[in-house]
């Protein structure tokens, strides 16, 4: 019998030292709900898992983009009808100018309502906006493609748009104040020599910004030229961000301004405006059922993109779901066996200590 090195209890030691670490770990999966708590529970796993996570997000937020995209559509939808509806009673009143069952005075009136309404629908698209953009003025994401105001020298950095419609805006500069003015729209602001300065004209949608060295001699006369462009939405995460995993809306298919539409001009204050304008109606109800068409595809598309989303996300979160959460049954399982053999390694370790008393006998 050997007193000095208890073979017996360093064995149930070492063995329930290993029992009690399976116990510890089965703790902490049972009380997280996960398998892989740490790299070491699997590595691969865990790097596959983290992978399926990230595109799990990335889906999931493109499904919220694809939602925003019809929200883009309905707010344009919406608009559009209300044109149409205001196209179909300009129409009325250019029919009924058109009679000379109508005398002088009646066609003044007629035609007072026929203005009215022209004006409210190039109202209406310059009101119709997503995210501070203009959406029927044919420059939803339009950008600027030209023009002489950024020409190095000239004291402009950048120029910013905010539903600013697609065309020319020239600048005149002096005695303390630049217009920028497109068409017959313009707006006027202070400006000064040698300082930092933006340009907010919010009336036309165009901010121009300036260094310190702008002079209002060297930026009278300069341009900025703004093309149409797309709007573009991410709507998918499959590795393909600038072609597949995108859709876009070209801005200029949703042009419904009255210049753009051919009714710009239009009156009803003769018969023969009413009839001209009669024709020009009919192509502006042709324009703008072509622009609902538009719509209508981009919602058709933009439905079928989310709900493939959705589906994408239910099984990527599958897929994770079953290399990184954890079967609570078998680890149940796992955790009370080794609670049991614990129990068993603890008195089995008290028994080896126990052995040595034996020697005491011996030494009576």
């Known amino acids: 019998m050997k007193i000095n090195t208890n073979v017996a209890a360093m064995a149930a030691a070492r063995n329930l030292g290993l029992v009690q670490n399976e116990v510890q770990k089965s703790s902490e999966k049972l009380s997280s709900g996960f398998r892989i708590n740490h790299a070491s529970d699997d590595a691969a796993g865990l790097g596959i898992a983290n992978k399926l996570r990230s595109d799990i997000r990335a889906y999931t937020q493109a499904s919220r983009n694809a939602e925003q995209a019809n929200s883009v559509y309905n707010i344009a939808e919406g608009a559009a009808q209300s044109i149409q509806s205001m196209l179909e009673r300009m129409k009325e009143l250019a029919a009924q100018s058109a009679s000379d069952s109508v005398d002088s005075a009646g066609r003044t009136r007629v035609n007072a309502e026929f203005q009215a309404l022209k004006n409210e629908i190039d109202r209406t698209v310059n009101t119709t906006k997503f995210q501070g953009n203009t959406l029927l003025n044919g420059a939803f994401g339009a950008s600027v493609t030209g023009g002489t105001a950024l020409a190095a020298g000239?004291?402009?950095?950048?120029?910013?748009?905010?539903?600013?419609?697609?065309?020319?805006?020239?600048?005149?500069?002096?005695?303390?104040?630049?217009?920028?003015?497109?068409?017959?729209?313009?707006?006027?602001?202070?400006?000064?020599?040698?300082?930092?300065?933006?340009?907010?004209?919010?009336?036309?949608?165009?901010?121009?910004?300036?260094?310190?060295?702008?002079?209002?001699?060297?930026i009278t006369g300069k341009t900025v030229i703004v093309g149409g462009g797309a709007g573009t939405f991410l709507v998918g995460a499959s590795g393909s961000y600038t072609t597949n995993d995108v859709l876009t809306i070209t801005g200029s298919s949703l042009d419904l301004r009255t210049a753009t539409l051919g009714v710009g001009s239009s009156a009803a204050d003769t018969l023969s405006n009413a009839q001209t304008a009669l024709a020009a109606i009919d192509t502006a109800i042709g324009n703008v059922n072509t622009a609902l068409g538009v719509i209508g595809a981009g919602q058709s598309r933009i439905s079928n993109a989310t709900d493939n989303l959705k589906t994408v996300i239910s099984n990527y979160s599958a897929a994770e779901s079953t290399i990184r959460d954890l079967d609570m049954a078998d680890e149940m399982v796992k955790f009370s066996k080794n609670q049991i053999l614990a129990q068993a390694g603890t008195a089995m370790l008290a028994q080896a200590n126990q052995a040595g008393q034996g020697i005491l006998k011996l030494l009576q």
């Not at 729209?185 to 121009?208: K, P, R, W």
Request: avoid cysteine.
């Open 154 to 218: 000239g004291g402009v950095y950048s120029v910013g748009l905010s539903g600013a419609a697609t065309g020319t805006y020239t600048i005149a500069a002096g005695s303390g104040v630049a217009t920028l003015s497109s068409g017959s729209v313009s707006q006027t602001l202070a400006v000064s020599d040698g300082a930092i300065q933006s340009l907010n004209f919010s009336t036309l949608g165009v901010t121009i910004n300036t260094d310190s060295s702008v002079l209002q001699a060297t």
